[in-house]
Antibody, heavy 118, light 110 residues
Framework: EVQLLESGGGLVQPGGSLRLSCAAS????????MSWVRQAPGKGLEWVSG????????FYALSLRGRFTISRDNSKNTLYLHINSLKAEDTAVYYC???????????WGQGTLVTVSS | QSALTQPASVSGSPGQSITISCTGS?????????VSWYQQHPGKAPKLIFY???KRPSGVSNRFSGSKSGNTASLTISGLQAEDEADYYC??????????FGTGTKVTVL
């Protein structure tokens, strides 16, 4: 069974930084591309970033490029998202997502809440 | 990349069929037959229910079906049931390993 467990969320001051983690299990992590998707409170879904199975390719939403860095450690079966210069509008639940076919978002974690506030 | 446009809400009575539209552009929906649909119940993570124009993940009811014409994709829920009440999002592959989501539709079962 695919399991994705996000961690690292919490309350952060504006301008701060944060690293989210996603521990994967139940599948061969190094074989699949992964993504991060976020959802602001009461709002819709927004694709944030993706990374290829090997980690050699990284991709970002145009509107978010620059402050977000996606990475993965295939030896630890873990996906990361580093966010710099946090803004109030980054407040959201961040979901870790596994891509089976590289063209849809197949399996989702339960998410981790990031709150940016002073 | 602009969000795909969905109606804010759609409602129907049990047993009826409803259709949710998802309008994008020639850069996303129109370029790829790679629109996927997600169901999200309150407080839960989204769940993939339809993808690649004609596929349903294992365990998803065949009451869910999809189609596409030009820059608009649609999700039809047949035989509406109380458990179908949720938010629904379309999502299109947008090239270069990126995605764009729809604005979301709240489905209410009357």
């Amino acid at each position: 069974e695919v399991q994705l467990l996000e961690s690292g969320g919490g309350l952060v001051q504006p301008g701060g930084s944060l690293r989210l983690s996603c521990a994967a299990s139940g599948f061969t992590f190094s074989n699949y591309a992964m993504s991060w998707v976020r959802q602001a409170p009461g709002k819709g879904l927004e694709w944030v970033s993706g990374i290829s199975a090997s980690g050699g390719g990284t991709f970002y939403a145009l509107s978010l490029r620059g402050r977000f860095t996606i990475s993965r450690d295939n030896s630890k079966n873990t996906l990361y998202l580093h966010i710099n210069s946090l803004k109030a509008e980054d407040t959201a639940v961040y979901y870790c997502v596994m891509e089976v076919g590289d063209t849809e978002l197949d399996y989702w974690g339960q998410g981790t809440l990031v709150t940016v506030s002073s | 990349q602009s969000a795909l446009t969905q109606p804010a809400s759609v409602s129907g009575s049990p047993g009826q069929s409803i259709t949710i539209s998802c309008t994008g552009s020639s850069s996303d929906v129109g370029s790829y037959n790679l629109v996927s649909w997600y169901q999200q119940h309150p407080g839960k993570a989204p769940k993939l229910i339809f993808y690649q124009g004609s596929k349903r993940p294992s365990g998803v009811s065949n009451r869910f079906s999809g189609s596409k014409s030009g820059n608009t994709a649609s999700l039809t829920i047949s035989g509406l049931q109380a458990e179908d009440e949720a938010d629904y999002y379309c999502c299109s592959y947008a090239g270069n390993s990126s995605y764009v989501f729809g604005t979301g539709t709240k489905v209410t079962v009357l």
